[in-house]
């Protein structure tokens, strides 16, 4: 018998465990760590409450959950509840799916002010995880700034530019939605320390600022290259950046008729922030040139006003205790998923914060297979049996699936309407709602 311990409960953990069980079968036991008490990682508290149709592949982990020789195990942080040469002990294996949870540090003078936000807080606030739920950011001002041109850059400016009831249907919690229909914002400038050909947005995310109440995206046609130039482009990146094509042939009319401005700024790199009483009022920028596909200096600044300032320049893993971290490259150390032989990594904890989720099950395949040349038919290790007499021993309090199970149709039964869930934002109500 395998005993396979799965840290991380997002996409890559239960891919990796949909892979185990699709190798082993019967002959394997998988146990998939979460130190919050609800599973899902980055599909719940990541992907934009407003994506509903990508947080359907939850359905998917749900069905890998409920197969017999696959347990979850809420509620336990790996590393302090648990040290890492305990489970190592007790389980031939362990993969960290733990994600990149951490913001890459936006290092510029004044990043400290009041409401500089990093994108993992601010994307946490609104999806209802406990650790950013209390947020809450100052949406009085008149000015945000979004740095990056990511797919989170554009998550955050369409949420800050939808109405109420263009959030009908999402699962964004109530003290946020609240908040954003009382923001004052009327400009969401997104800066790119890049061009147009650079940015890292995807189309069917892009081409969603054109369709929004209230907000109307603005390219300037100054800095897009030649049309023709575009043809060098992956087919992909070339659609989104017909799409900026798109933004700056909107006429002024349609931009009246919008409250809200999304101002893309091109060839942008944030240099300090400045502020006034503490909180952010302005950011200083240079403008770049691009060459080679570098952002080069020009030596010329400028200002924006920023009342809000959400940084969305990527994501860091966390260490663990007891496993090597890189800290330059934010990651664990591995080859092709395998830290140290009983090690592993996989989705972002492995190759860093890129791809879609659907490139994490790829990667959970190729990680079981590492793991069977490593571990081959098992060995003798007590696996979730030893981890039981532990955590009883130790009293911690571990949350299954079906007490998941429990916290989920209490969240469903909150729901406002039309809403598929209301989700509890502290771990002391996820308990209490599997008590009840
Ligand atoms: P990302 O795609 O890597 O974009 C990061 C952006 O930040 C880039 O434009 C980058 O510019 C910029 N940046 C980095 N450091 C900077 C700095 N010091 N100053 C100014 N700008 C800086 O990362 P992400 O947006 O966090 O997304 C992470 C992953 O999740 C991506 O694979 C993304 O596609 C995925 N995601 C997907 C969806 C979806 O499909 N709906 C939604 C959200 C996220 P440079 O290119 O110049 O470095």
Redesign the pocket.
Known sequence: MRHIAIVGSGPAGYYTAEAAVKKWGEDVRVDVFDRLPVPYGLIRTGV?PD?QS?KAVSKRYEKVALTDNVRFVGNVAVGTDVTVKELQDLYDAIVFATGAPHD?Q?DIEGADLENVIG?AAFVGWYNGHPQFADLDPNLAGRNAVV???????L?VARILSKERCEFDGSDIVSHALEALCRSNIETVTIL???GPH???M?PK?LGELMHLDRASPHVDAADLPPVDDDAILEPGLRKSVTLLRDFAAIPESIHGEKRIAIEFDFFA??VSLRGTGGKVSEIEVERTKVEAGR?ISTGETYTIPADLVVS????RSSPIDGVPFDERAGRFPNDEGRILPGLYCVGWAKRG????IGTNRPDGYAVIDVVEQDIGPGGRKRGREGFDELATSRGIDVVTFRDWQKIEQAEEAAARHGSPREKFVDVESMIAARDN
């Open positions: 934009a994506h990508i890459r936006l994108s740095i990056g041109m990511g797919n989170v850059a998550d790119g320390r890049r650079q940015i890292m995807t995310e790199s944030p952002a969305c320049i990527g994501y914060p890129s791809g879609t």
